[in-house]
């Protein structure tokens, strides 16, 4: 597999630190963590991309890892965390997809000891060693400032939103909102809720459109609703070039590779790369610091990111998440990356 190499920070390594200040003592050279790791589903490419990664950092962190599937389930999340902890991990990394279910499992973690790492989603209550996550805030203003640019600030534009049990569905739909309310008030958002489910996705952007067929735009909150809104742009001959009067502008959300190749074919405008590299990269690195016994505070990080303090108790660490466009062209004031730079994990991954 092709992909950028990260040399694994000191802090992690050693007895330096990844933030503006930590401590704690180090666990003996010789000794092997063991890390619980829990995938939230493998439905979905960018899920599956992260399942790829894991295994190989766990590697060069030196890790032994015991890992479960969840699939989308917090019931099965729960057995599963039980699992890991009956074969004696010593540190726990999950990705909940129902973030307010999650606390009870973050409080019987707490209880016996055992830090647990989230990575992607932040639990609504509870604590945790450390979240790793892009600001999903930006998602939805990234994606509303390029269809708002793209739509000369008027007209109609469809939001497919993944679950508003999730904070990621709650922060990307209010921040798309809040930015096309703000600063373009004349773009009517349709807002559907579909619960990170493809075909609810398809089916109710093709009753949008029934609606309104003057729709020039399309925010997906994540891949999940790809393949099904381009079969629906199809379907109704809007599936066709950018430069053409009936091109449907679409702003997708992950940067898995068949994005980026459809940002190539002109067939989605733009996407934002969350990185699934890196979300196993540093969860692994923050759960084998946790094991080490070293704490982290709030200041930016070695690895162009920022830890912020989301309330006591609970750390994120922000990692970066860059807009991707067929010209790296900058949109309503953000800039973008070009689809077929090589930074870029999604055209790194076979």
């Not at 074969?87 to 009870?104: H, L």
């Not at 499992?105 to 055992?114: A, D, F, S, V, Y």
């Not at 489910?197 to 089916?203: E, F, I, L, P, T």
């Amino acid at each position: 597999m092709k992909h950028r190499r990260f040399a694994l920070t000191a802090a992690l390594a050693m007895s330096g630190c990844l933030a503006a200040a930590c401590g704690g003592s180090e666990q003996s050279a010789s000794a092997k963590p063991l890390i619980g790791v829990d995938y939230p589903r493998s439905d979905t490419d960018f899920w599956n991309s992260y399942i790829t990664y894991v295994p190989q950092f766990g590697g060069e962190l030196g890790a032994d890892l015991k890992t479960t599937n969840s699939q989308n389930d917090v019931s099965t999340l729960t057995a599963n965390v039980q699992s890991l902890v009956g074969q004696g991990v010593r540190s726990i990394v999950m990705a909940p997809q129902d973030t307010a279910a999650v606390a009870p499992t973050l409080q019987q973690l707490e209880g016996k000891k055992i830090p647990a790492v989230l990575v992607d989603t932040r639990p609504d209550q509870g604590n945790a060693f450390m979240v790793v996550r892009a600001d999903n805030r930006a998602y939805g203003e990234k994606a509303c400032r390029f269809l708002g640019e793209k739509l000369k600030a008027k007209g109609k534009v469809v939001m497919l939103q993944g679950d508003l049990a999730s904070i990621n569905g709650r922060d990307r739909t209010e921040a798309f909102n809040a930015c096309m309310k703000q600063d373009y008030p004349e773009i009517k958002v349709f807002g559907e809720a579909a619960n990170w489910d493809g075909a609810v996705a398809a089916q109710k952007l093709s009753t949008v459109l029934t609606a309104n067929p003057d729709v020039k735009g399309v925010y997906m909150q994540s891949s999940f609703a790809l393949a099904g809104t381009l079969q629906v742009l199809k379907q109704r001959g809007l599936l066709v070039a950018p430069d053409d009067p009936k091109h449907v502008f679409v702003v997708s959300n992950d940067g898995i590779p068949q994005e980026l190749k459809d940002i190539a074919a002109g067939d989605i405008d733009a996407t934002v790369s969350q990185p699934a590299d890196l979300y196993a990269k540093w969860a692994l690195s923050y759960a084998k610091a946790a094991i080490d016994g070293k704490t982290f505070q709030p200041g930016k990080t070695d690895h162009d990111s920022t830890i912020v303090q989301v309330r006591p108790g609970l750390l994120e660490d922000q990692l970066s998440a860059p807009l991707v466009t067929a010209d790296g062209g900058t949109y309503g004031g953000v800039p973008s990356v070009k689809h077929d730079d090589k930074s870029l994990w999604g055209n790194n991954l076979n």
